[in-house]
């Protein structure tokens, strides 16, 4: 679950690490009142979840309330990356000598959390990544052990050369990773962290992810949720016990079970295709279900071919196919649906949506093949 930098910053001051002081507004007015009670130069910001607000004029300096006030009018109500911003987070502006960049997510491959820092800070780190990568210093942590001292302090040697510095940053990789370990991120990232010229160690922006497993034991962080912020799609999906990614393709999937689903999706790309979503109904066989999946995967403009891939165990063959047939009752189905049933109550299941004009398989290979060739077609 991605959060909003504000909510981000607070976790971070939790841990004690130097953030400055920041007020939400949804107005324009509210901006402008925020930022006389600051005084001085503010910094107003687009609270969505992406990084590069910068570049897309979500991040401005405002000289005075008046400012504040204007730049917060044209942020709010502003798209970026697909999202309109809702929020900004009015904040007083600090003078910059450096920009560094400090990161903490999860190494898939050892399967611990890993620390990526780069003196060249504010910029994408993807950006450095590629052109520069000698200027990133990588290290994986042993959780059993955690941070070790030596080892923050190497980190902060790699960003700054000023022992003063070096001892705050030194601070900082351990209430970082705190803050990351604390609240199950997947993500915990500063960047910029900052030197002002007054030589103090700052984060100026905090962008956060959550592993959602974890939610359920972290009841405030869960609180952060803003649907207001993340696609219709997804929150439809939760709401309705579906597990739901959106992805790029035309493709749309509806597959029980999350390995068959990842399978499917393989499979989609073996024949040429690209899946449009990962769907999960789960090992329920509850019709309204299925109805809700297609809502959401009909919802989607790119989707040329539906393919439902159902091994039928817990899942009653029969139950799914009578909720394809109450949804396209229901709704409006423009893209051809190709099915696949196997398993429980497989006959039953077949007879119902053949009578409904369905065409229906039993193996997998051929109905992936034909839904990736419709989706061609179409
Ligand atoms: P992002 O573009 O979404 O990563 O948003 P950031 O919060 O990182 O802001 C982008 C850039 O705006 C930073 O790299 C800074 O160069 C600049 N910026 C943000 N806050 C301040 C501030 O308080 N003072 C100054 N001088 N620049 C700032
Ligand atoms: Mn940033």
Known sequence: MDIHEYQAKELFRNAGIPVPPGEVAETADQAEEIASRFGGTVVVKAQV?????????????????????????????????????????????????TEAYVGVLIDRATQRPMFMVSPEGGVDIEEVAATNPEAIRKLRIDP??????????????????????????????????????????????????????????KAIDAKVSIDESALFRLPEVADYRDLDAEPASETKAREA??????????????????????????????????????????????????VSALEIITADPNVKA??????????????????????????DIQPPIVIRLTGTNEEE??????????????????????????????
């Open 241 to 290: 016990g579906l597990s739901f990614v959106k992805l790029d393709g035309d493709v749309g999937c509806c597959v029980n079970g999350a390995g068959l689903a990842m399978a499917t999706m393989d499979l989609v790309k073996y024949y040429g295709g690209e899946p449009a979503n990962f769907l999960d109904i789960g090992g329920s066989s509850n019709p309204d279900k299925v």
């Open 144 to 201: 059993r052990y955690g941070l070790l001292p030596h080892q923050a302090y190497s980190l902060a040697t790699f960003l700054y050369d000023d022992p003063a510095q070096i001892k705050q940053a030194t601070r900082v990789m351990g209430q970082l990773y705190e803050a990351f370990t604390r609240n199950s991120c997947s993500l915990a990232e500063i960047n910029p962290l900052i030197v002002t010229p007054a030589g103090d160690v």
């Open 306 to 331: 539906i393919l439902f891939n159902i091994f039928g165990g817990i899942t009653r063959c029969d139950d799914v196919a009578n909720g394809i047939v109450e949804a396209a009752r229901r709704i």
């Open 49 to 97: 979840h992406t990084g590069g607000r910068g570049k897309a004029g979500g991040v401005k300096l405002a000289s005075s309330a008046q400012e504040a006030r204007e730049y917060a009018e044209n942020i709010l109500g502003m798209t970026i990356k697909d999202l309109t911003v809702k929020k900004v987070l009015v904040t007083p502006a600090e003078d910059i000598a």
């Open 349 to 378: 299941a077949l007879e119902i949506l053949k009578e409904a004009g369905f065409s229906a398989f039993t193996s997998m290979d051929e109905v992936v093949e034909k839904a990736v060739e419709l989706a061609a077609q179409a």
